[in-house]
C-alpha cells in the first residue's frame, strides 16, 4: 500500500549525510543513489509498520453504505473533505450534515454516511503521518531507515549478504501496526 517513492517529501540533506556516515564514505558522488535508497527504506517502513511516517494528504474512494467505515491509512491527522461520487464520476461536496466523521486514539479515521442510496461512492480526502518531517520522526524509525539504506547501498551490485539486518527490523517493530483486512 506504497506511496511511489517519487511522492516523498523533499529528503534533508542531514538524513543523506548520516547514510553516508552509517556506510563510510567521505564523497558526495553517490548522493543520488543514497536519496534513492532512502526512499526505498523509508516506503519499506511504511508497509512494515503499516503506518505513513511523514504527514501526506490522501485520498480514499469507498463505497457508500451506511455502515462505518476505515479509512485506509494510519495514523490519520484530519479529514478535509468528504465528496459524493455518481455512477457517472461527477462529484458534489456532502454536506457536513449528511455524514459522521472520527479519528479513534489508535488514528484510525471512520466516516459513515447518515444516508445512502446503495449505489454510488465517496471521496475521502485526508492527511496522514507520523511527524510533519523527517526530522520529526521518531528515533527508531529515522535510524531503522537509514540503516535500510545503508544495506540497500551497500549491496546495490546484487551481491546478497544474506538478508537485510535484523537490527532494522528491531528498530520498527515497536511502532508496528497490524491491521486485518
Known sequence: MSFPIADWPDLPAALIAEVREFVRIDH???????????????????????????VRSVTDMLPAPHVWQKLKRLPVQSITSVEYVAANGTAAALAVEDYALDIDSDGIGWIRLHQSDGGSRIRVTYSAGLAMDWDELPAGLRQGIVRMAGYLYANRDGVDAGGPPSAVTALWRPHRRMRIA
Open 28 to 54: 558526495q558522488a553517490d548522493d543520488d543513489a543514497i536519496d534513492a535508497f532512502l526512499r526505498g527504506a523509508a516506503s519499506l517502513c511504511e508497509d512494515f509498520t503499516g503506518q505513513m511516517l511523514i
